[in-house]
């Protein structure tokens, strides 16, 4: 979570006009944006310090349901369609600030040090039986965790899901599935490309067929009846080249137009 103060001393020089204007800006992200969302948070903070931007990440399904049950988000970064189809469903969201943001891929990852090497054939029964025979699998739970559903979807149309399911450690969120890889809880977890990329702890063993799933898309939008001035500068700068460079560092991709 990231939040920008500004001084005792700014406050008393600023006139009255933009003090006025200072404001609370809450982002509720998916688990998977947050390295990218910080920065890109810090980087706004140099250009206009004077709002206090806080952003809350979790599982997108969990983070609509907060917004559902009233939790006072300004934007809201979902990791699939779904969510933000949920959240638009019930009249939570202002519709036109909708759009895509980023794009992200499945990776199969272990902990850094795994000497196992994997020949992966993703539609076999007999390499997910042997690769998970004394281990688990991690994923965000595949019930309601976006990065868990797509992984679900994948090991359904490869045909391999009733023998991957008994194995699955389900977590929280994808960053709780890259924790548990992480710590040798898990051998092998299936997370975003983006997670892998920001952890020392884990590497790539491979990254699924993107024909396999649904577009793993994140849109953005403005929260029903939330938007003012802070916030649409903040959600504009959230979608501009500056935030997309940012993004791109942290293994995501351009989003479908």
Known sequence: MKLFKRSALAL???PA???AQAENITVFAAASLQNAVDEITEAYGKIDSQDHIESLYDSSSNLARQIEQGAPADI????NQSWMNYLEEKNLIDNPTRTNIVKNELALITYKENPTKYKVEFA???FWKDALAKTHIALGDPDHVPAGLYAKESFEKLGVWKTVEPRVAAAQNVRAALLLVEVKEADLGVV???DASVSEKVKTVTTFPADLHEPIE???AIMKDRASEPVEGFYKYLLS???AAIFKKYGFAAPTK
């Open 12 to 14: 008393l020089i600023l």
């Open 17 to 19: 006009s933009l003090m």
């Open 218 to 220: 994140y849109p953005i």
């Open 241 to 243: 080249d500056d935030a």
């Open 76 to 79: 809201f970064i979902s990791a």
């Open 192 to 194: 975003y490309s983006s």
């Open 124 to 126: 076999s029964n007999e």
